[in-house]
């Protein structure tokens, strides 16, 4: 016995579990052709085969049942198995129940041989690197009741004989290269609860036999090829709480029978071609969360239906081609947070009722026809971060009310015919960093107060009949890159814009400007265009017009103007397209119409010298900048010899490609980049407070990170690595998540940087593999140790890990392996969290740290494959958070631990706060 426990310290600790629930089965004899079977598949090291006198029935991950044979094999992740998959023969081990070899480093394809396991129930292969087919024979394991061979390059069709599989209650195929149609059989699978074929290449159409799968929860049949229709007997799957058919090419309308998905919480249809109406009967979905329909060919009118989804915080119809008008119902919509109609023929005015939703974040109504004025009511919405009304045909003035939205970041009126003066209220916006009121009808003078808008980085005022002198407080806004006032009537001088003498973009021409041009601006623009008072008498004294645009004698700039429909929602296939077509030697990109001169960056950094650099990431090195107008940004540059290896080139091409595709809140924003043999860096905001880590591990600024910051901190790393994983089109794994790669703006918010290691979910895998581990040690998940097989569930590790070092103030360290283990002292919660704040008292505060240590802990399993998924951990938090069931000083970890264990094998995507169910 002691010789066993001293062994199982050289073993990982999961293992270890295994190991010793096999102790007990070791005593009997055991069978010898079993043994040689598991001696020579070479799944087990020569430290366990031979340099061991144990029998095979107490070889990690080995299970045996008391005669000595093997009924369970259970190598997830910590093992690495490596090697063929084909080289065990199963037809010698007719008692095995049990094959899980997650993340183990596998190759080669299924063997025929695995059909014989007539007593298996669970079948889990994922996250490997098998080929070939799934064989027909599979309805030989008429036990199975478990199947999960996702994230593998399984190609060909799935066999029908599948069906036979009537056990079978969780069915996962996504992430491979399946291809074909889902044939009928998969109807007989009754018991199923949830199945996934997403990100496959699937075809034909979405057999009516799924119909009899009333059990099922959860389908994903997202990212494929699937034509045809909806069928209408996804009508009778009542169980179902997430349906994803998004990506595909769907057509025919939505059938009103999806009116009998009660318990739906998420509908994703977006990126299809569905048509016709929404239909009435979708006012049934009460538990309806989120409902995605973008992109679609939708040309009704929004049915005023919409406004009984009281839970709806997603709704999303944009680019579709909806008429009619905005109906009031959707005022009843309170937890609305995400609201995007842009790009529709919607009109009529904007309903007041839109004042009642006040929980929204985001509003996108651009590009409709929309007419009317607009309401004062808008001024109810104080958690407004963007507003988007622009390309419509709104009149009247803007509201008093507007300066209200004191959370306002984007302010986008632009092609409207608005008119009357701009409110002077707008000089409350203190968040604001983008104005843009191009082409309306405003008069009246340029109101003093927008110089007191700090953020303030884009301000366009052009074409419209303003009048009056440009307020000297301009000057005030220092990180005011882009001023376009041209086409107005402004009189006076030109100020001389002192602070930000260097504007990337200023453009003042068809004015009445007079008098001379400060030297200052004559200095900074060398090729500024002066056209006298005689060629333009009619409009203009002087005209002033500049924009910086600096080509290099070796090197081709172009700049993307970038419209409001990237900015919102097209961000994936805009880029894409402008890539593909400009695809030079050279790109810059910024996230509105700005420009940044290659110069610029070469001056500020004194051609990167080391004084500016402030970093070394993973592949390069990072420099802060102050470009001549003040804005501060920091520089990712590749070193020289990685700009010389083809394969740290690709990587940064890839960072770049996809960077460039991420548009979320809480992940860095990349404002630009140089691709050019001599020189490639990335240039993105730049964080005042720096990186957690270093605010953590600051007394001072360790307070100033209260409880509830450090909450809305974790909810926003979920949400953007929800973001990243999840989003269909291209899924991404950042691979470093850690405290030092989350970067902290001078709000103390969250965003997710560091993307030197991100990759793609790729359906070619080659990808997933790399030649060493990455990631920051004491972040990165067991697994890896032993494999090198990179998911998303790596990522949910970290997430885990950093999420619990932002509560208990500093990293787990050696904590984890007791936390994860037998807890044989429990902790109590409160006693666990950061002692330099104070007990939190407030109830919502509470809940939320009994969640996140809930879902952190889960997220900390060394199995990966009950790791929630970032989107579970994402809904999570946006779910409705109930009441904590005990008082919290009473909580302790391991009844969050504990109270958390079935995530995807007891088929529950539901999560409570943990304890309501005591
Ligand atoms: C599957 O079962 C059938 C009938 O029970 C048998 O004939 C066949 O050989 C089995 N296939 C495999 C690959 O074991
Ligand atoms: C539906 O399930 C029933 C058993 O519940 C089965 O008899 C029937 O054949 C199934 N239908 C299809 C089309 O698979
Ligand atoms: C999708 O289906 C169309 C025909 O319906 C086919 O031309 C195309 O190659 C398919 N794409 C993939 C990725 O399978
Ligand atoms: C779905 O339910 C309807 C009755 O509501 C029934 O007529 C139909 O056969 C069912 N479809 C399937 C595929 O089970
Ligand atoms: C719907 O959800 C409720 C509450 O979770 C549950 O009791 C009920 O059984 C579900 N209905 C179906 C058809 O699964
Ligand atoms: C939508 O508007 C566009 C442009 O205004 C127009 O060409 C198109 O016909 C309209 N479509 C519908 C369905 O009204
Ligand atoms: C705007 O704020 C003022 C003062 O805080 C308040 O009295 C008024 O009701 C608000 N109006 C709207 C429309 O939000």
Redesign the pocket.
Known sequence: MSMICNMSLVIPIAIAFAFCNSILAARAPSNQSEASVLLHSGWWPPSVTSNTPLPHCTWPGVSCDASGSVVGIHLTTDYHIGGNFSNMNFSLLPSLTFLQLFHTGLTGEIPLQICTLSRLTNLGLSNNFLTGELPPCVQNLTSLQALDISHNQISGSIPPEL?NLERLTNLDLGFNALSGAIP??V??L?NLQSFRFNSNQLGGSIPL?LG?LTKTYEIDLSCNNFTGPIPLSIGNLTSLTHLFLQENKLGGSIPPEVGNLANLTGLYLQGNKLNGCIPLEISNLRSLVRLNLQENRFDCAIPSEVGDLKNLNLLDLSSNYLVGTIPLELGNLKNMNYLDLSCNNLTGPIPLAIGKMTSLTYLYLQENTFVGSLPREIGYLRSLNYLFLQENKLGGSIPLEIGNLTSLTHLLLYENKLNGSIPLEIGNLETLSVLNLRENGFDGAIPSEIGELENLEFLDLSSNNLVGIIPLDLENLTRLSHLDLHNNSLSGSIPSFTNNSLLDHLNLSYNHLRGPIPDNLRVAFPDTAFIGNEAHRRRSSVILYTTIFVPLATVCISCIVLGSCFISRNATKSTQSEITKKNGDFLSIWNYDGRIAYKDIINATEDFDVKYCIGTGGYGSVYKAQLPNGKVVALKKLHHFEAEDPSFKKSFRNEVKHLTKIRHRSIIKLHGFCQHRQCMFLIYEYMERGSLFHNLRDDVKAVELDWSKRVDLVQDMAHALSYMHHDCTRPMIHQDICSNNILLNNKMQAFVSDFGNARLLDLDSSSNLTANIVGTYGYIAPELVYTMAFNEKCDVYSFGMTAMEIMMGKHLGDVISLLLTSFKEDIMLYKFLDPRLPFPRQNSVSRSIVLIVSLALACLSANPKPRPTMKQVSEAFLAQKLPLAKPFHEISLAQLRDNNVSWLEGGSTEVSSGLSDE
């Open positions: 069906g009928p059989t109807g007989r009754h036999e009899n």
